[in-house]
Structures are given as C-alpha cells and as structure tokens.
C-alpha cells in the first residue's frame, strides 16, 4: 500500500480472487471479533462479525510473526474530516465475509502517517472451521507500506532555495510523480483538514519577481535514501512575528506543515487544482521557515546619528546574517546598486546576528555622507555576493536633508534663514535640537575643530539651531565675507527625552555635508573719487541685484560698523554749489544699483562738501532691497570712500608782491590745476568762468610741486607771479576753482575758497592822462598835497585793504601819446 491512498489488500488462492463462499450453514457461524488473549484490547477494534480475517504485522527478527503478542503494524488513519478514532488508527486485522467485496481495506481514505521503512508480515485466519478464542493464523506473505516518513528537520531559509528531503519507502518510479505543499497549521490534522479548501502557502513577494517558491512541487531526485523536492526561492514570510494570532490561538507564527501526496499527472506550476490533481495529503513533518518579517514600512534611521534595529522573525541563533541598503527595489539582483552612504563608521552591506529566535540586530553605523532618501533594505544568509541579498524587508527611510529649497544662500544684512528639503524627521521635538555649520569653502564638515565661516560679526553660524525640521535662523550677517562657496554642514541633535544636558556645538557633531552655502552681497574695500570728476562706486561681491541700494553716511569717519552710527546723516555733497536731491534724500549719498551686473552705483560729479564738514574719508553702507532709503535698513558696511581733491581755505595775496598759493587736501598730484575767477556772477565749474586778467599773474596755472606724508595728506604749491593789477578792485572779491587734470574752463568745477587780494583799489584808467571828477584824486598847486584825504573841492574816498605803514605810493607822469610811465 502507499500512504495516502485507500489499502484494500487482495489474497489469491482456493476461492475465486480471493472471494470466499460461505454455506447457508457457515453464514450462522459468523464471528464477531471481540478482544481475546490473541489480541490486546487497546487495538481499538470495531465490532466487526467476519469469518476471514487480515492480520498486519511487525516482523520480528525470529519465531513466527503470526504468533499470539506478536506487534501488529500501526498506521494513523483519516477519514475527509478527521481521525476514525478514537484512537486514529486502521483497522488491523480486518476481517471479510464470503458475501463482501474482495480483498481487506484496512483503511478507507488511506493511512496518513506510520513507518514506512518497516518490515511487515501478512498472518490469514480463517475463523469457519475454528471458533476458539485463540484462532491459529498462518503467515501467507510479506506488506510494505510505501511513502515518506515523518521529518524533524524539515526547513529553508528565505532566500535561498529551499529543498525537502523526505527519507521512507520512495524508490518507486511512481513517486517521480510524488509531490509535495506547504500549508499552514499547528498538527497533523492540517493536510488532511486543509488540502482541498485552501491554496498552497507560497512564499513569494509580488515586488521581488526574480524569485518564485512553487507549491505544490514534484520530486526532482531521489538518492536511495531521500527524495528531494525544490520549491524554489521563498522571498516572503506569511507571518513570522511571534505571538501573533493564528486559528485563534496565541502561537508562534510560521507553524507549517509539509503535506506529501501522489499526483495524477505533472503538475502546472501556474494552475494546481488540488481536488484533482492530488490526492490525500499525507502530513511529513513541521515545516520551519527562517527569516525575517518582510514588508516593514517603519525603517528609519537618521544621518551622522548610529543606524540599527532589531528586525523580528524567526532566525537560527549563531548563523551568519547581513543587510544590504539598495537605491532601488532590486533585491536579489546580480548586481544591485549600493546605496552610496559612507562616512563615520557606516558599512554598507552589514553582518548582524540573531540575537534570540525571534529577533536579528543590525547596526550600520553613522553615515555622514549620501542623500536622505527611502531606500530598499534587502536581507540575506550567510550572504557572499549582491545575488545573495534576495529578501526585500521593506524601505528604509535615511531621515535628513537632501539640499535646499531653492539655493542655499542669503544676503547679507538681511534675516538668513536656511530652508532645507528634509526626508523624514517628522519628530518635530526632536528636529529643532538639529544644527547646521556654516564652514571656510573647501573645509570637511564633522573635524574635531571646525574652520567656521568668516562671518563675524555674528557668530551664530558656529552652532544654529533648527527652529523646525527645516528651518534654521544664520540671523543677519553684516560685515562678514561675501563667498559662495561656503560649506554647509548637517547634525542631528539627541532625542528630546535626553533632559538635563548641557548642549554644545562639539556635542553635535554636524558630520553631514548639505552642500554649498552662498553669502550674497558686498565684500569691504576701500574706495575713492575725485572731487570734480564723475563718481562711481564699484562693489565687489556676488549676486548683485538691481533692488540694491548704498547710502554714505555724513558722521561717520570712524565708524565701521553701520548700525553703531547713532543719528547720523545721509552725506551732503555739492554739486556746482548746490546739494542736489532725489526726493527727500540727498542725491550723491543715496543711490541706487546700475544696469546689471548691478555692482556699480553712479554717484555724478560731486564738487565740493558743506562748510565745515570736509572729512578724511565716509562710510558706506549697503542694503539688499531696502523698503526705502531710511538708514536703518543699511546696516552692511561695504567700506570707507575717500574723496580726492582740496580742501576748502581761504587764501591771500598781496598787490606788489610775489603771489604762491598752498593747497592742501588728498591725492593731490602734478596734474592739478588752480584758476582764479571773480566772486560775483560766476561760480566753479559753470561757464563761463571768465578768468580774472592780473597783470604779472598767470591764470589758470597748474601746480608747481606736490609734498606731503600720505595720499591723505598732502599739499601743493602755485607760484602765481607779482599781481600788479586789481580787475575787481582790491579785497575778497575774487574764488579759486581747483581741477584733477583740466582741459578747459568748465574742469576747474571744485571750489577751493575765496580769494584775497590785498592793497590800494585802483582808480579809473582815462585814455592817457584822463581825468574822472569825483573819482580820481588830485593836488592844488600851492596847498599840501596828500593822498588819502577828502580834497576840499569835492568828496573822494581812497579805500585801502589792510593799510600797512610798509606801503608807499608813487607819482609819475604819463605822456599823452604813449600812456607809459617817464
């Protein structure tokens, strides 16, 4: 017989195929079997009147085995929905009445269970002729029960191909066609129970479609002792977590059974149709298969913060076991694309180890370096190549920043705010203990001494705090450098159940590098205009805008720093004499960006400063998008300009007497140039000027030496020459107009002072010898003579500049033909 499938036992011989006659006479005579000293009454027999009977045995190793005491063969019986019990065993001996169909089925639906590997004895009785207690029963042959017997060590390990070997009486041919199924089920009543109502349990993962594990499967081999079946690769687990609920019991999931049958032709590995294809489910064993719970959706780690877990399942204690992180869903490929995180002490893939039955640790370390994404976790045993990693767990979430929304940059004097784009870091408690570096452009993020970005004076850069899971305050940078290729660093802060700790910036190692930070703006430097000449004020720095304004402020020679300058005033510079305005605000301090690249700001032709505010040197200060030019807004010191020119002196000469002027002032050089032009009616730079005509003087005239300690201070000398001429008369009636390198009238723009030409005024000229009444003065032949007082006959006033007892007059006497002095 073979398990599974009904025995039913023919014996040939007197009779016809085994079909005995019975008389009228010997049908009174049956017997019903009832326990007798022949035979225990724990076999459990059925009443049963027969007058031939069957008896199975176990064939000792001598005497006879149809002997009384002799151990008859046990086989676990089933009917379609249970046992025939109690207990669950054929019916051995079996008896057969003349009348009833040939042959001795011992069971109906099959043995299910029972040593295959046995050797049994065949003992006949024939009860009509012998109605003792203690029937003689001859030995009339040999039984062997085929099939598999039961295992205790059938397992697989996901991931890897899992074969069966099944050990018992399989040698036939016909069980090429043997085949077996897993199904889920905690005793041997699942084959039986289960077969026809319920598929298969194959543990295949519909995301992993490299792998299949095929249920039910045939036989592929058979070595003399075991018959192997494959059912292919299992990728999945229907349950591995432990205690979880199962045919409402509280058990450990992943209890299967490995249910063994005969098939009636090959199977379709696509198609099984168990109600025909096969038979009766003959339970082999417990089936164990290892590894862990797949399709988990809660892996997470943080970046530069230690990656492990403890994943559940059901593991081997001591076997070797490894995870592998994969950018994308190809678990189990020839070569599968490592997800590239590294730095710190990160390993990619890792060996963990089953720290109980139920539970794998993993630790990958702290990666500081890769992208925050969700990637593929793939599991595998004993792995030594990418193929080896076929188990897809679930996604793996690395939590933290993948860049900036937008760019990474700010601008100077405005309020810096680092957005990042985040994956993960939902634990918003958490993310605000979150910090970013900001570092010197080329520096390693996570050194143990930090080279921090030149961004002083806030320092705030060294350590800031995420206000979000995204969002980090720089706060406003005024006067640090302008650069874009500062280094952004990332750290994840410890959890916030950690209480009473005391948080500093090397407590947080920002080991993760975010990217590139740019600081927008203006970078200092000095610069500088000349007085009279076009102004125009070029920055240096990066990303200029046209929304950009500058504004020079007036008292602020020494300041450095825009918001120290309390109440201070927007510089007033003249230009043509006059403060020009652009709205409210004066026009050559408060200016607006160029024409793109947007990094000059025109200023015009300053001229001159008010009286009594000439300064070495201005600040000026630089706003991103200023609402308007209200100086609280320009809080980024960009530099010092200094204004090359003269300062303002009044200077004075003498009639008579050899004329030098010293200018003083900054930058003065060999180019310059001074003109003389008169006070009323005329101002520098405006034409015309009309240059006064001094006799023995040379107007305009360019300097004649340059000295000084500096380029702030020096000064210059013009030798005029002798004035021996006063075209506006004598006095402060005449101004100086300076210019850098002039090339006519209208250069001489910067006005330097009033000048002052001292001595007598000059009376009329009449055509050779003339006389003007009332204006020139005269003498009386015959009365004292002197110059300077009112004559008797008629009022003059001789006017004299700073008479000094030094001056004196002379008279001579004009020809009326030439006009010259005898």
């Given amino acids: 017989c073979t398990l599974g499938t009904s025995c039913t036992i023919t014996l040939s011989g007197a009779g016809r195929d085994g079909y005995f006659a019975l008389t009228d006479a010997a049908s009174s005579r049956r017997r019903e079997w009832q326990p007798t000293t022949y035979f225990p009454a724990n076999l459990g027999l059925q009443p049963d009147p027969a007058t031939f009977w069957l008896w199975v045995t176990e064939t000792p190793e001598t005497g006879n085995p149809c002997a009384a005491g002799t151990t008859p063969a046990m086989f676990t019986c089933y009917d379609w929905f249970g046992p025939i019990g109690p207990p669950p065993q054929w019916w051995n001996p079996r008896g057969n ?40 029963f001859q030995h009339v042959g040999w039984f062997e029960m085929h099939g598999p017997e039961v295992s205790t060590a059938l397992s697989c390990t996901m991931g890897q191909l899992c074969s069966v070997y099944l050990p018992g009486r399989l040698d036939d041919d016909a069980f090429d066609l043997s085949a077996v199924v897993v199904l889920e089920g905690v005793d041997t009543a699942s084959c039986r129970q289960k077969l026809y109502s319920e598929e298969a349990i194959n543990f295949n993962d519909a995301k992993n ?71 009766k489910g003959v339970d082999v064993g417990q089936f164990h298969l290892y590894g862990p719970v797949v399709d988990r959706k809660d892996l997470s780690c943080v970046l530069t913060l230690d990656c492990y877990w403890d994943l559940e399942g059901k593991f081997f204690t001591g076997m070797s076991y490894a995870l592998l992180l994969s950018y994308t869903d190809d678990c189990g490929a020839a070569s599968i694309e490592r997800a590239d995180l590294s730095g710190g002490t990160w390993t990619n893939p890792i060996a963990g180890v089953a720290t109980s039955t139920y539970s794998f640790q993993v630790s990958f370390g702290a990666p500081s370096k890769g992208e925050a994404l969700k990637y593929t976790a793939c599991w595998g045993a004993g792995a030594t190549q990418d193929s080896d990693y076929a188990v897809r ?63 002083t004076p806030e320092l705030s850069e060294t350590l800031v705090n995420g206000g979000s899971n995204e969002q980090f305050d720089v706060g406003k940078v005024k006067s640090g450098i302008a650069d874009p290729n500062y280094t952004l660093c990332w750290g994840a802060g410890l959890h916030w159940k950690i209480t009473d700790y005391g948080y500093q910036y090397n407590d947080f190692e920002c080991t993760f590098h975010v990217g590139t930070f740019q600081m927008l703006g203006p970078n200092w430097r000095n610069m500088e205009c000349t007085l009279g000449l076009l102004c125009e004020i070029q920055l240096t720095g990066y990303s200029f805008a046209s929304t950009n304004g500058l504004v020079i402020l007036e008292d602020s020679e020494d300041a450095t720093r825009c918001e120290d300058v309390q109440g201070a005033e927007l510089a007033k510079f003249r230009n043509l004499g006059e403060v ?28 001159g400063v008010l009286n009594k505010r000439e300064r070495t040197s201005y600040l000026v200060c630089w706003a991103n998008a200023p609402a308007d030019f209200s100086i609280f807004y320009f809080t980024v010191p960009v530099g010092k300009l200094t204004l090359v020119g003269p300062e303002k002196q009044a200077q004075e000469c003498q009639l008579s007497m050899f004329c030098t002027i010293t200018i003083k002032g900054i930058g003065l050089s060999s180019t310059n140039g001074l003109m003389i032009i008169p006070r009323d009616g005329h101002k520098c730079g405006s034409a015309p000027l009309n240059p006064c005509s001094i006799d023995g003087v040379e107007n305009p005239k360019s300097t004649d030496g340059v000295s000084g300690s500096s ?111 005898q």
């Fill in 97 to 136: 009445n003349g009348d009833d169909p040939p042959g001795y089925e011992f069971c109906p639906n099959g043995a299910t269970a029972g040593v295959t590997s046995g050797n049994y004895s065949l003992c006949w009785a024939d009860n009509l002729d012998d109605v003792t207690d203690d029937p003689p």
């Fill in 711 to 821: 380029f702030l201070n020096t000064e210059q000398v013009y030798h005029f020459g002798t004035p021996g001429s006063a075209p506006e008369q004598p006095g402060e009636n005449y101004q100086l107009c300076w210019a850098q390198d002039p090339t006519d009238e209208e250069s001489y723009r910067v006005f330097v002072g009033f000048f002052f030409l001292a001595g007598i005024y000059f009376f009329s000229e009449p055509p050779c010898g003339g006389f003007t009444s009332g204006k020139d003065p005269y003498c009386i032949l015959g009365e004292e003579c002197i110059i300077g007082q009112l004559p008797e006959q008629r009022p003059i006033v001789l006017s004299v500049e700073n008479p000094a007892r030094t001056n004196k007059i002379v008279v001579i006497q004009k020809t009326p033909y030439c006009c010259e002095a």
């Fill in 393 to 455: 767990i679930g996604t793996l979430t690395i939590s933290g920043p993948y860049g900036c929304v937008g760019d990474c940059s700010c601008y100077k004097g405005d309020d810096c705010s680092v957005f990042l784009q985040v994956t993960g870091l939902e634990d918003e408690s958490q993310s605000r203990r979150n910090r970013i570096q900001i570092l010197e452009p080329g520096s390693t993020c996570g050194l143990a001494s930090p080279a921090f970005a030149d961004l």
């Fill in 209 to 279: 479609s490299r792998f299949q594990f095929n249920g039910p499967v045939q036989s592929v081999a058979y070595d003399g002792e075991y018959r192997r079946y494959d059912f292919g690769v299992a990728t999945t687990a229907h349950g591995n977590e432990p205690t979880a609920e199962l045919d409402g019991q509280n058990q450990d999931r992943g209890l299967y059974r490995v249910c063994w049958g005969i098939t009636l032709s090959s199977l379709d590995p696509d198609s099984v149709n168990f109600d025909t294809e096969m038979r």
């Fill in 580 to 607: 020009l305005y652009r709205g409210v605000y004066p026009a050559f301090s408060a200016l607006e960006a160029g024409p793109a690249p947007h990094d000059t700001f025109t200023m015009g032709i300053p001229d």
